[in-house]
């Protein structure tokens, strides 16, 4: 990896699920038990906001039973030690990139861990159960929602993230299906724009012919294997 500088990572669900969270779109999967039109849209929010509040609540105290597991902790290490430009984009909504002590890290999709304001707009940390109405410390509105983003919304940070595309020598995707945009174009953006691209994951994506090279297999072996590839022995 001589002439590799700055990388961008994205993880999807898949680097999360043997720390035992579900995947979206696999077998026994998250929206095999629900409706994304039923918890994970705007009008879902207005229509049934008890439901919406109610499914992420309890994923949000599902996080106390788990635990980073060894593919968060290698991008973690590689954080620490990467003298090169490092960002983790991360689709998920979980702490476990946090909790395993990554740090140059983003959550395109917002967090768990987190409350928004409707009304201002203002993100406060979250660990408990957020009831619909529940008021806002800035602005005094009984408009706090789980700070997710929804279908149809903007993710976060997507300027920060194109940046780091354009800028990036190395982009590698972990755990995710790429089926959803825009994180699924980020692949183009940094091929076009010459960087190498590898994809890890334990299946085929849909975007698994857009890299350069694609290895099948579990993150927690693929992960740490990589970043001892791009570490060395650091
Ligand atoms: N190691 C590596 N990859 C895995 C593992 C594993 N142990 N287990 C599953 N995978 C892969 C699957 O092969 C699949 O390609 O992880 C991917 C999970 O795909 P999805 O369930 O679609 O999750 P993700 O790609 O993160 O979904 C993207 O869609 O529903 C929205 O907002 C939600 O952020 C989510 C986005």
Not at 37 to 44: F, L, R, Y
Not at 89 to 97: F, I, K, R, Y
């Amino acid at each position: 990896m001589t002439d590799i500088r700055n990388i961008v990572v994205l993880t999807g669900a898949g680097i999360s699920a043997e720390s035992g969270i579900a995947t979206f779109r696999g077998p026994g999967g998250l929206w095999e038990g629900h409706r994304v039109e039923d918890v994970c849209t705007p009008e879902a929010l207005v229509r049934d906001p008890a439901l919406v509040h109610r499914f992420y609540d309890l994923r949000r105290a599902a996080l106390a039973a788990v635990e980073p597991n060894a593919a968060h902790r290698a991008l973690a290490r590689l954080d620490a030690h990467w003298p090169g430009e490092l960002l983790i984009v991360t689709q998920n909504v979980d702490d476990l990139h946090e909790r395993a002590g990554a740090r140059r890290l983003l959550h395109m999709h917002g967090e768990l861990r987190s409350a928004l304001c409707a009304r201002c707009g203002a993100r406060t940390a979250w660990a408990g159960d957020l009831p619909p109405a529940t008021v806002c410390d800035a602005c005094g509105a009984p408009a706090l929602r789980p700070d997710i983003v929804f279908f149809g919304e903007m993710p976060y940070a997507m300027e920060r993230i194109e940046a780091a595309l354009e800028a990036c020598d190395l982009f590698v995707s972990i755990g995710t299906s790429g089926a959803v945009y825009p994180a699924a174009g980020f692949v183009r953006t940094a091929r076009w724009r010459g960087a190498q691209t590898i994809e890890l994951n334990l299946d085929p994506s849909d975007g698994s012919v857009f890299f350069h090279e694609s290895r099948m297999g579990a993150a927690s072996v693929l992960v740490p294997e990589w970043v001892v590839s791009v570490l060395g022995d650091a």
